[in-house]
Structures are given as structure tokens and as C-alpha cells.
């Protein structure tokens, strides 16, 4: 099971920046695809983005032009790019790794971000 610690949370303007990070703690991090959700109060956890190995990324309608997911293999990391940030963002965010090959995922302990003026 890969162990994941996420970090880059805080409190930030609307229309500002924020930067995300996902230390994973296995080698062999390629073969995992990662994603990024949230989960705000009252609500289901969220799909945000996901990048596989490959490179290929999927993002919600709603981060959409605003949100970059990227990766960096070398050193088992994942980010999440924020940008032009809403109060509807506002969440705690999870990181996730999905084995492509068992199929088994790992959540890390999540980050919270608060857009708030």
C-alpha cells in the first residue's frame, strides 16, 4: 500500500493562486494514477482531477481551464495547479493512487483549502 502526504493548503483570496503536492512513498510510482478530490461540508467527496501514468488527465466540469493536475514521476509527486479560485472550492482535498495494474487505492490524509475574502 503506498502512503501518501499531501500538502499546500491554506487560505487564499478569491481569484488567487494555490499549489497542491502529493509526496507518494512508493517506487514504481508510474504505474499509479493519481487524482485529486475534495469534499466540502455536507457534501460527497469529489471528483477533481486525474492523471495517469501515461499523462492523460481528466478534470470536473467545474475546475475545468481553472485547474492543472501534473506529475512528476522522478520524484513520486503529483500537483494540483489552482487558479482564478472560488469560495465553491473550498474543501478538504484528498489525494489518491490507484495501482493500474491491481486496481487498489490509497487516500492521504487530505489538505484543506479555504477561498474566502
Known amino acids: 500500500q503506498v502512503q501518501l502526504v499531501e500538502s499546500g493548503g491554506g487560505l487564499v483570496q478569491p481569484g488567487g493562486s494555490l499549489r497542491l503536492s502529493c509526496a507518494a512513498s512508493r517506487s514504481f510510482f508510474s504505474i499509479y494514477t493519481m487524482g485529486w478530490y475534495r469534499q466540502a461540508p455536507g457534501k460527497q467527496r469529489e471528483l477533481v482531477a486525474v492523471i495517469t501514468g501515461g499523462g492523460t488527465t481528466t478534470y470536473s466540469d467545474s475546475v475545468k481551464g481553472r485547474f492543472t493536475i501534473s506529475r512528476d514521476n522522478a520524484k513520486n509527486t503529483v500537483y494540483l495547479q489552482m487558479n482564478s479560485l472560488k469560495p465553491e472550492d473550498t474543501a478538504v482535498y484528498y489525494c489518491?493512487?490507484?495501482?493500474?495494474?491491481?486496481?487498489?487505492?490509497?487516500w492521504g490524509q487530505g489538505t484543506q483549502v479555504t477561498v474566502s475574502s
Open positions: 489518491n493512487a490507484k495501482n493500474a495494474v491491481t486496481g487498489i487505492g490509497s
